[in-house]
């Protein structure tokens, strides 16, 4: 103990530096940490998006192209699929559910999705968990609406609201469907997923919109009565893709294969958690690059403290001379080393770790609004703490190099004066 208060009194000495040591530590800790909890809290993201759904079938493509434009209603689809493929498939023995998706239009810069009842029955999330409904109830009539928290809370809607549906799915509205505004008939509970940032409808109401759009452009002549229109007429052509759940795991890949090899058009199934993995593998060149960037700062950071005790031994050659004619032995002197470098590693890495919670929750808001990521303000995981534990430990080893030289000092070294 009489060591670390002495190490204390040195460092308090020479508080200036040693605080700004202590700072280039805690960033670098800070950094380090922050991109392993963004890489591990982006993963979860990613992977509670969509729970509890074997297959996801599309026009055929690239895997993960399917995947992020289906769940995370990022790009758009080459193709579509036709709805007489879809109930034919979805009437296969081995189905036990079906929901269909189509998308293409958007709402001031949210993407609407045209689906079924069905929908917020089956589709799950985090682990199996169900949709819940903050407000209102799933769309009952063709020109219902039912909006994700993030839409309801960001543009300020409540149930009984109307909305207008634009064409196309940019962030700019250049033709809107305004002769046939929806209504809010139900607002979602948070889910931490696209479903927060994507208004749903149903498929007739998708339909009764484009009523007279035929190549896409508005109808001549003004807007034309959707409603009025039989309901068979609103029975859509084709979907985007859709999502199949079915009564056994281990048909999984025999149905990947039947609808793969399907002759009546060109499709794709893939399995969510597959696509998952690749769709990391491709990202993951950018993980590392983030990972090498970190651990260069920290690399940095080690130096300067290094850097600093160093410098600092020629200044203390008089002060460690001192030490050892009172009684100190060479062995106390690499201790007070030792102990100066544990101290500054030590706090920091527990003045990174504040920084980074400190910025967690400033970044919280930020990224749920913007990027739809939620950043829970957890502890550590032992990796983390694994991660923690090699920075101090190496700042401790970097400590030990200015430790040993002036453990090798002689008694007389410090006292001779210079004329």
């Not at 300067?304 to 062995?331: C, D, N, Q």
Request: contains cysteine; positive net charge.
């Amino acid at each position: 103990m009489a060591i670390i208060r002495l190490a204390l009194a040195s460092l308090w000495n020479r508080r200036t530096t040693a605080g700004l040591t202590v700072l280039a530590i805690a960033l670098s800790v800070m950094m380090l940490l922050g991109v392993e909890k963004l890489r591990r809290d982006a993963r979860e993201a990613f992977t509670n998006t969509l729970s509890g759904t074997d297959l996801i079938v599309g026009a055929r493509g690239g895997s993960t192209q399917l995947l992020l434009y289906s769940v995370f209603r990022i790009g758009d689809a080459t193709s579509n699929v036709s709805w007489r493929s879809y109930q034919e498939l979805s009437a296969h023995r081995r189905v036990r559910w079906s929901v269909p998706l189509s998308l293409g239009d958007s709402h001031r810069g949210y993407r609407v999705l045209g689906t079924t009842r069905d929908y917020f029955q089956h589709y799950r999330y985090g682990g199996g968990q169900a949709l819940r409904f903050e407000d209102g109830e799933p769309f009952a009539e063709v020109l219902d609406a039912v909006l994700g928290s993030e839409v309801a809370r960001r543009l300020g809607y409540r149930v009984g609201n109307p909305i207008v549906v634009a064409h196309g799915a940019g962030e700019v509205a250049l033709t809107e469907h305004d002769d046939k505004p929806f209504e809010v008939v139900g607002i979602l509970a948070p889910t931490g997923t696209p479903v927060d940032r994507t208004v749903h409808v149903s498929l007739q109401g998708i339909e009764a919109i484009h009523v007279g759009w035929e190549g896409g452009a508005p109808p001549r002549g003004g807007a034309l009565s959707a409603l009025g229109a039989p309901p068979q007429d609103l029975t859509p052509k084709t979907i985007t893709a859709f999502l199949l759940g079915l009564d056994s795991k281990i048909a999984i890949f025999s149905m990947q294969r039947d609808i793969n090899a399907y002759r009546r058009e060109p499709l794709q199934a893939i399995i969510p958690g597959v696509a998952l993995t690749q769709l990391w593998e491709f990202i993951g060149a950018a993980e590392n690059a983030l990972l090498a960037i970190s651990l260069m700062v920290v690399v940095t950071g080690l130096l300067g403290m290094l850097v600093l005790i160093l410098a600092s031994l020629e200044a203390r050659r008089r002060e460690m001379a001192v030490l050892r004619s009172v009684g100190a032995r060479p062995t106390h002197v690499f201790a007070l080393f030792m102990s100066e470098a544990g101290l500054l590693a030590c706090a920091g890495a527990a003045l990174g770790v504040a920084l980074l919670y400190a910025a967690l929750a400033a970044a919280r808001p930020v990224a749920a609004n913007l990027l739809g990521l939620r950043l829970p303000l957890t502890g550590l995981s032992p990796h983390e703490w694994m991660i923690l534990g090699a920075v101090v430990g190496a700042a401790i080893l970097a400590g030990a190099i200015p430790a040993v030289r002036a453990y090798r000092r002689a008694l007389s070294d410090g006292l001779s004066v210079n004329l």
